[in-house]
């Protein structure tokens, strides 16, 4: 992967060159945006509410134990928004459409329809790579900002009903507003913003070097995703110490 | 390939010295040659003799070891080439775009530059379409199409580009000998229209000596000989002689 660092910086600062023709591919990106909500938002639904309970299942019942019930709400609401609703949501969307992304752009690569772009004079940057990834930079916060909402609703719905807490609806928010600010929620979603654009960036650098037939497609869709999943690991500690910094 | 120069003639081509390697292999070994614009110039050799990647080259796909491709005198790396000169490469798989339909392939050129409004690009679109008999096609998936319509879909897609040189590579495989026929027809019936300066990459000889006005033989990356069809046949050379009259009956 360290070896291709390079070419994916060099990938993402050519996407960034292509800026100016996002308007003449806003057609594309709307497309992508579309089937990226369609792909994942009932997984996501269901993967945030879950979360959210099993973070007030296992923090809750300790907390109340201490007497810290007041706490309960304040620090699912404050896991959720912070770290597990982008990082989870972020290794979703890794595997649901980055492995796609990089399956469809090598499948185009092997099968020649990238050189046949070229010869068009259109450049596959334009075409295939910048509607992606502005795509998934759209989405993911968005998708981020909504498991972070089913998130908190699970963790309410399982410290109401749980015996060892029988914390009520109001009173998980009451304290959950306390703890958590607007800024944490922003933080997480600028945190989603640039686990995107590594998704995005990783996956079509995956599918534009795919070389070989079926099974250097399937090469690079494993590539992409595991990839992504450890940058994603590496950049949320950076991201953290960095906002950690700028916002203590 | 920008549909900037309004030229419809063809243009001429010239290679001096092409080299290329692929790790330790040889593909390419000193390649010299010239078409003159309007040409159909044909390049003949066995499989693997490295005609597709000349191909390449010649189109900007490849860049060389050493040597340089011109087109009209230019060389193929100058960044201001695109816009200049209109040139469209057959893809041997036709290596159309899966997820879009026969139309939007056929126009994707002209959508893509935004060079003339929807309409007229429907219009272009069925117009190409059915120059080269697919008028039906024109809502059709690839996926649905044999291998000999792809071919011809993807002339069409060439077509849209009105260029002023034409590479095929390999247009007659794994096609039927009257699926052969007509694309061989489509090649001719398109210089006589257009005055395009045509390069076909094929082992098929039937198609080199029915389209050729000139043909050249390639073995292991270097060119054996230069000419016209009837010079080609005269060329005393074994690897010639043997790739023109290999036959299966006098092989029994």
Same mark, same amino acid.
């Given at each position: 992967?360290?070896?291709?660092?390079?070419?994916?910086?060099?990938?993402?600062?050519?996407?960034?060159?292509?800026?100016?023709?996002?308007?003449?591919?806003?057609?594309?990106?709307?497309?992508?945006?579309?089937?990226?909500?369609?792909?994942?938002?009932?997984?996501?639904?269901?993967?945030?509410?879950?979360?959210?309970?099993?973070?007030?299942?296992?923090?809750?019942?300790?907390?109340?134990?201490?007497?810290?019930?007041?706490?309960?709400?304040?620090?699912?609401?404050?896991?959720?928004?912070?770290?597990?609703?982008?990082?989870?949501?972020?290794?979703?969307?890794?595997?649901?459409?980055?492995?796609?992304?990089?399956?469809?752009?090598?499948?185009?690569?092997?099968?020649?329809?990238?050189?046949?772009?070229?010869?068009?004079?259109?450049?596959?940057?334009?075409?295939?790579?910048?509607?992606?990834?502005?795509?998934?930079?759209?989405?993911?916060?968005?998708?981020?900002?909504?498991?972070?909402?089913?998130?908190?609703?699970?963790?309410?719905?399982?410290?109401?009903?749980?015996?060892?807490?029988?914390?009520?609806?109001?009173?998980?928010?009451?304290?959950?507003?306390?703890?958590?600010?607007?800024?944490?929620?922003?933080?997480?979603?600028?945190?989603?913003?640039?686990?995107?654009?590594?998704?995005?960036?990783?996956?079509?650098?995956?599918?534009?070097?795919?070389?070989?037939?079926?099974?250097?497609?399937?090469?690079?869709?494993?590539?992409?995703?595991?990839?992504?999943?450890?940058?994603?690991?590496?950049?949320?500690?950076?991201?953290?110490?960095?906002?950690?910094?700028?916002?203590? | 390939?920008?549909?900037?120069?309004?030229?419809?003639?063809?243009?001429?081509?010239?290679?001096?010295?092409?080299?290329?390697?692929?790790?330790?292999?040889?593909?390419?070994?000193?390649?010299?040659?010239?078409?003159?614009?309007?040409?159909?110039?044909?390049?003949?050799?066995?499989?693997? #003799?490295?005609?597709?990647? &000349?191909?390449?080259?010649? $189109? %900007?796909? !490849?860049?060389? @070891?050493?040597?340089?491709?011109?087109?009209?005198?230019?060389?193929?790396?100058?960044?201001?080439?695109?816009?200049?000169?209109?040139?469209?490469?057959?893809?041997?798989?036709?290596?159309?775009?899966?997820?879009?339909?026969?139309?939007?392939?056929?126009?994707?050129?002209?959508?893509?530059?935004?060079?003339?409004?929807?309409?007229?690009?429907?219009?272009?679109?069925?117009?190409?379409?059915?120059?080269?008999?697919?008028?039906?096609?024109?809502?059709?998936?690839?996926?649905?199409?044999?291998?000999?319509?792809?071919?011809?879909?993807?002339?069409?897609?060439?077509?849209?580009?009105?260029?002023?040189?034409?590479?095929?590579?390999?247009?007659? #495989?794994?096609?039927?000998? &009257?699926?052969?026929?007509? $694309? %061989?027809? !489509?090649?001719? @019936?398109?210089?006589?229209?257009?005055?395009?300066?045509?390069?076909?990459?094929?082992?098929?000889?039937?198609?080199?000596?029915?389209?050729?006005?000139?043909?050249?033989?390639?073995?292991?990356?270097?060119?054996?000989?230069?000419?016209?069809?009837?010079?080609?046949?005269?060329?005393?050379?074994?690897?010639?002689?043997?790739?023109?009259?290999?036959?299966?009956?006098?092989?029994?």
């Amino acid at each position: 992967m360290f070896r291709n660092i390079g070419q994916i910086v060099l990938l993402f600062w050519r996407t960034v060159l292509a800026l100016p023709q996002l308007w003449r591919q806003r057609q594309k990106v709307y497309e992508q945006f579309f089937e990226i909500g369609n792909a994942s938002l009932l997984m996501v639904c269901m993967l945030s509410f879950f979360i959210g309970g099993v973070i007030a299942l296992n923090f809750g019942p300790p907390l109340v134990e201490r007497s810290f019930t007041n706490a309960v709400g304040g620090v699912v609401g404050l896991a959720i928004a912070l770290e597990l609703a982008p990082v989870m949501m972020a290794i979703l969307i890794a595997g649901r459409i980055g492995s796609a992304m990089a399956a469809e752009i090598g499948s185009m690569r092997v099968y020649q329809e990238i050189d046949a772009l070229r010869t068009m004079n259109i450049n596959p940057i334009h075409y295939l790579v910048l509607p992606r990834i502005m795509a998934i930079a759209l989405a993911l916060p968005l998708l981020v900002i909504f498991s972070v909402m089913i998130g908190w609703l699970g963790g309410a719905v399982v410290a109401d009903v749980n015996q060892q807490m029988e914390i009520p609806f109001k009173a998980f928010f009451a304290d959950l507003r306390d703890l958590v600010t607007m800024t944490d929620v922003v933080k997480g979603v600028l945190k989603s913003f640039c686990f995107a654009l590594i998704v995005g960036v990783v996956s079509c650098h995956q599918g534009l070097t795919t070389i070989g037939g079926p099974r250097g497609i399937g090469r690079s869709v494993t590539k992409a995703v595991v990839n992504s999943i450890v940058l994603i690991v590496i950049f949320d500690y950076l991201l953290t110490l960095l906002l950690h910094l700028l916002s203590p | 390939m920008n549909g900037t120069n309004d030229s419809s003639a063809g243009v001429s081509l010239v290679v001096r010295g092409l080299y290329k390697t692929f790790g330790r292999q040889k593909v390419l070994n000193g390649i010299d040659l010239e078409v003159q614009p309007g040409e159909i110039f044909v390049i003949m050799g066995p499989s693997g #003799s490295g005609k597709s990647v &000349l191909l390449k080259h010649l $189109i %900007g796909l !490849e860049r060389p @070891d050493a040597g340089e491709v011109l087109i009209n005198g230019q060389s193929i790396e100058t960044p201001e080439i695109a816009a200049k000169y209109r040139m469209a490469l057959v893809f041997q798989s036709g290596a159309l775009l899966n997820s879009l339909t026969v139309g939007e392939n056929v126009g994707l050129y002209l959508t893509e530059h935004r060079l003339k409004p929807p309409a007229e690009i429907a219009r272009i679109v069925a117009e190409k379409l059915e120059d080269v008999g697919l008028q039906d096609a024109v809502h059709k998936m690839p996926s649905e199409l044999s291998g000999g319509m792809k071919k011809r879909v993807a002339i069409a897609r060439a077509l849209v580009i009105e260029p002023q040189l034409i590479l095929y590579d390999e247009p007659t #495989s794994e096609l039927d000998p &009257l699926s052969s026929v007509v $694309i %061989g027809n !489509e090649i001719l @019936d398109l210089k006589r229209r257009t005055r395009v300066t045509s390069l076909v990459v094929s082992h098929d000889r039937d198609l080199a000596f029915g389209v050729a006005d000139r043909i050249a033989v390639i073995a292991e990356g270097a060119i054996l000989t230069i000419g016209t069809p009837e010079e080609v046949k005269r060329f005393n050379h074994p690897l010639v002689q043997e790739f023109l009259r290999a036959d299966f009956k006098r092989e029994r």
